[in-house]
Nanobody, 118 residues
Framework: QVQLVESGGGGVQPGGSLRLSCVAS????????MNWYRQAPGSERELVAV????????HYEDYVQGRFTISRDNAKNTVYLQMNNLKPEDTAVYYC???????????WGQGTQVTVST
């Protein structure tokens, strides 16, 4: 059974930091590209960051570039999102996503809430 379980969300003041984790099970984690998405109330889900299966490449959307860092530990079946200098507009539910190139595999976690406010 495929599972992606996010953790690490919470409330933080502007300028603060959080580190999200996503633990995977039920599939060969090291063969999957891992992504973080987010969805704010009333908005569509949007991509935040991507990391390739062997960590050789990463991608960040403009609105988090320079503030967020995606990483993974294939030995622990875990992907991370380090979020620094958080802004109120970063408030959203953050989702972990796994995809395998050349297949229709597309797995989602249940999400973790991040709230940035004074």
């Amino acid at each position: 059974q495929v599972q992606l379980v996010e953790s690490g969300g919470g409330g933080v003041q502007p300028g603060g930091s959080l580190r999200l984790s996503c633990v995977a099970s039920g599939f060969t984690f090291s063969r999957y590209t891992m992504n973080w998405y987010r969805q704010a109330p009333g908005s569509e889900r949007e991509l935040v960051a991507v990391i390739s299966s062997c960590s050789s490449s990463t991608h960040y959307e403009d609105y988090v570039q320079g503030r967020f860092t995606i990483s993974r530990d294939n030995a622990k079946n875990t992907v991370y999102l380090q979020m620094n200098n958080l802004k109120p507009e970063d408030t959203a539910v953050y989702y972990c996503n796994a995809r395998k190139i050349g297949t229709t595999d597309n797995y989602w976690g249940q999400g973790t809430q991040v709230t940035v406010s004074t």
